[in-house]
């Protein structure tokens, strides 16, 4: 490589949990960099997944880092090119990139739901996603099926 890699960049703790990994999930629900409305929206779900919860003895935060860890892929497929044909080979992944998949994961399958604001959407799918349930969650599974597919060319590991 020409360039040497980026130095990662701290990220400041957000206000209400003083926790990295919501500052790190609120930067990826932003748009067009408006943080403060993304914090709200975020905010916000935490408030009604508090509301919604069954159990007391768990908070918001805690239902949503559950939820995080359900969506969480242990393995993912990547495609290799071997002698003109093309494999999809099965590869552990990185415990940062696990994180960032699963944040993924969980906004984009909040924004397909049907509720009336983003709020209620997220806090939906976070609810979903903590009981093992819901769109992420099934992502995860079909990810983990499609490696254990393929686990016959895992040794075109590169």
């Known amino acids: ?11 400041l703790p957000d206000p209400r949990f003083n926790d ?22 975020f905010y916000d779900a935490m408030d009604i ?3 919604k919860k069954n159990n007391d003895e ?4 805690e239902v949503w880092k559950d939820a995080l ?14 002698g003109g044909a093309t494999f999809q080979i099965p590869m552990q992944i990185r415990p940062d990139r696990k994180i960032s998949t699963a944040m993924k994961w969980l906004i984009s399958f909040a924004r397909k ?11 939906a799918e976070v609810l979903a996603a903590a009981k093992e349930e819901g769109a ?17 060319f895992s040794h075109f590991r590169f």
């Open 1 to 11: 490589m020409r360039k040497r890699q980026a130095k990662k960049r701290p990220l």
């Open 20 to 41: 990295q990994l919501v500052t790190r999930f609120v930067n990826m629900m932003m748009w067009d960099g408006k943080k403060s409305v993304a914090f709200k929206i």
């Open 49 to 51: 997944v508090e509301e």
């Open 58 to 61: 768990k908070t918001a935060l």
């Open 69 to 82: 860890s359900n969506v969480m892929p242990h393995v993912e497929v990547r495609s290799r090119r071997v």
């Open 113 to 123: 739901r049907n509720e009336k604001s983003m709020a209620s959407k997220l806090a």
């Open 136 to 152: 992420a969650v099934k992502k995860r599974t079909d990810t983990h099926k499609m490696a254990e597919a393929n686990k016959a």
